[in-house]
């Protein structure tokens, strides 16, 4: 699992790729803290190169999502595969969040 966050028109950008599932969520959570802590940025999390989401996974998006709100923040989902696109609808993320 690779996780890279990057400026892009005053956006946080992090790009996911491989399988965000328990074994790799640990490093995820640290190399995602640089959106738990931006003021100021709307994230989007791009999807594009994601291949799994675990349930671990899906607490990580739910915790920038969290701390993103309250700081006027809004966090965007892009690029997701439809198996990915399933798991967001069964567990009713799907309407938590907003897609690009």
Known sequence: MKT????QEGNLV???EGRLDTAAASQTEKDMQPLIDCIGHDIILDCTSLQYISSSGLRL??????NAK???SHVYITGMN???RNVFAMTG???LFEFK
């Open 70 to 72: 309250p700081k006027g």
């Open 14 to 16: 992090a790009i996911f």
């Open 61 to 66: 998006f739910l915790n920038v999502l969290k």
């Open 93 to 95: 993320f799907i309407n």
């Open 4 to 7: 890279t966050i990057k400026e």
């Open 82 to 84: 439809e198996d990915i």
